[in-house]
């Protein structure tokens, strides 16, 4: 017997003692099948496993062990769209701030955090809320969030950021940077793979000057009926790429080959996605891959999801022509990145004129 009540925050109504989740938590039916439990599932050894890739010899000066790293990485956003990236150059040190500079911050009393509550209504979208935008199902997700824009410097709104605790602005603005600089490395890898000049793809979502960085720190509280409930329901990511920290809690699957994969907990890793962005531009030949967030009834979960995004106007987003053929036509129409998430959010009522292919047999840009 599912309730029927539903706090503003998610975190208050799995603190309050419920022994059942409002219906409005509740996934649709076809889905319920597909929900298994978290713990059981990361334990799994058969099966399809999400590609680690060792990054650290990819600025290589010897070119043989260079482009063995670029095939690597080449191969992984080709067949997966996600993975493990190992030896990245952050420092461990500066990610443990990070992690307990978002940790303190969601445990701060509720009436704490309201202070930097968004207001979606009016679109202030950055701040403290429980739900980031409309979704396909109609369904609320189990989850919290804090959401603002990281890099460049010059776009920060310090009024949003929190002042508690006193390390959160010093420590996510120094891992901003480093982020940053490993986008570069990546997005220039991942122009190489495709027989790009090695700054193409980077220039197309935006270059250093334009390229935005949006931190959303997921809180994933415990869930009384985890069989029942989804953090955040399947979609894919409309960045250009997104790299994720998380707190060693399993939640994350991908659909890959018609099945939900469990991504296991790595240490010292980062999860980076390829978004829609560069599957766009790519003309389809990188996925972005179709994922959701499960959630349990023993551990909180809290990851910290940083969107490389290009500017929303500026860019008209399209295949890149030396990467359409005759037998490998344009999949995609051309639209900018505000058009793509207009597209994505209110797909139902739009008249879509272009007709779209997307890999294997899924609609991935449009879940």
């Given at each position: 017997?599912?309730?029927?009540?539903?706090?503003?925050?998610?975190?208050s109504?799995?603190?309050?003692?419920i022994?059942?989740?409002?219906?409005?938590?509740?996934r649709?039916?076809?889905?319920?099948?597909?929900?298994?439990?978290?713990?059981e599932?990361?334990?799994?050894?058969?099966?399809?496993?999400?590609?680690?890739?060792?990054?650290?010899?990819?600025?290589s000066?010897?070119?043989?062990?260079?482009d063995?790293a670029?095939?690597?990485?080449?191969?992984?956003?080709?067949?997966?769209?996600?993975?493990?990236?190992v030896?990245?150059?952050?420092?461990?040190?500066?990610?443990?701030?990070?992690?307990?500079?978002?940790?303190?911050?969601?445990?701060?009393?509720?009436?704490?955090?309201?202070k930097?509550?968004?207001?979606?209504?009016?679109?202030?979208?950055?701040?403290?809320?429980?739900k980031?935008?409309?979704?396909v199902?109609g369904?609320?997700?189990?989850?919290?969030?804090?959401?603002?824009?990281?890099?460049?410097?010059d776009?920060?709104?310090?009024s949003?950021?929190?002042?508690y605790?006193?390390?959160?602005?010093?420590?996510?603005s120094?891992?901003?940077?480093h982020?940053?600089?490993?986008?570069?490395?990546i997005l220039?890898?991942l122009s190489?793979?495709?027989?790009?000049e090695?700054?193409?793809?980077?220039?197309?979502?935006g270059?250093?000057?334009?390229?935005?960085?949006?931190?959303?720190?997921?809180?994933?509280?415990?869930?009384?009926?985890?069989?029942?409930?989804?953090?955040v329901?399947?979609?894919?990511?409309?960045?250009?790429l997104?790299?994720i920290?998380?707190?060693m809690?399993p939640?994350?699957?991908?659909f890959?080959?018609?099945?939900?994969?469990?991504?296991?907990?790595?240490p010292?890793s980062?999860?980076?996605?390829?978004?829609?962005?560069?599957?766009?531009?790519?003309?389809?030949?990188?996925?972005?891959?179709?994922?959701?967030?499960?959630?349990?009834?023993?551990?909180?979960?809290v990851?910290?999801?940083?969107?490389?995004e290009?500017?929303?106007?500026?860019?008209?987003?399209?295949?890149?022509?030396e990467?359409?053929?005759?037998?490998?036509?344009?999949?995609?129409?051309?639209?900018?990145?505000?058009q793509?998430?207009?597209?994505?959010?209110?797909?139902?009522?739009?008249?879509?004129?272009?007709?779209?292919?997307?890999?294997?047999?899924?609609?991935?840009?449009?879940?």
């Amino acid at each position: 017997m599912v309730s029927t009540i539903a706090p503003s925050r998610v975190e208050s109504l799995a603190s309050s003692g419920i022994q059942s989740i409002p219906k409005e938590y509740v996934r649709p039916k076809e889905e319920l099948t597909s929900i298994g439990d978290v713990f059981e599932e990361e334990k799994k050894e058969d099966g399809p496993q999400v590609p680690t890739i060792d990054i650290k010899d990819i600025a290589s000066d010897d070119p043989e062990v260079r482009d063995r790293a670029i095939q690597e990485l080449k191969k992984a956003a080709m067949e997966w769209g996600v993975m493990h990236l190992v030896n990245h150059g952050i420092p461990d040190e500066l990610i443990n701030r990070v992690k307990v500079a978002g940790e303190a911050f969601f445990q701060l009393p509720i009436e704490e955090k309201e202070k930097y509550a968004n207001d979606q209504a009016s679109g202030n979208v950055q701040g403290y809320g429980s739900k980031l935008a409309n979704n396909v199902s109609g369904q609320l997700e189990w989850e919290d969030y804090f959401f603002h824009l990281i890099f460049p410097e010059d776009k920060w709104d310090l009024s949003i950021w929190p002042r508690y605790p006193s390390d959160y602005i010093p420590a996510v603005s120094e891992y901003s940077k480093h982020l940053r600089a490993l986008a570069t490395k990546i997005l220039s890898a991942l122009s190489l793979a495709l027989g790009l000049e090695e700054g193409r793809l980077e220039k197309e979502v935006g270059g250093l000057e334009e390229l935005l960085l949006q931190l959303k720190i997921n809180y994933y509280p415990k869930c009384p009926e985890p069989e029942l409930a989804l953090g955040v329901e399947a979609h894919t990511d409309i960045s250009a790429l997104t790299f994720i920290l998380h707190n060693m809690v399993p939640g994350l699957q991908l659909f890959y080959e018609g099945k939900w994969v469990t991504a296991k907990c790595v240490p010292n890793s980062i999860v980076m996605h390829i978004g829609d962005t560069i599957q766009i531009l790519s003309n389809g030949k990188y996925k972005s891959i179709l994922h959701r967030g499960l959630v349990n009834k023993e551990k909180v979960r809290v990851s910290w999801a940083v969107f490389c995004e290009p500017p929303k106007e500026k860019i008209i987003l399209k295949p890149l022509p030396e990467l359409v053929t005759e037998t490998d036509p344009a999949r995609y129409p051309p639209r900018s990145f505000a058009q793509h998430i207009q597209y994505k959010l209110f797909r139902k009522t739009q008249d879509v004129q272009a007709p779209v292919i997307y890999g294997d047999n899924h609609d991935y840009l449009l879940n």
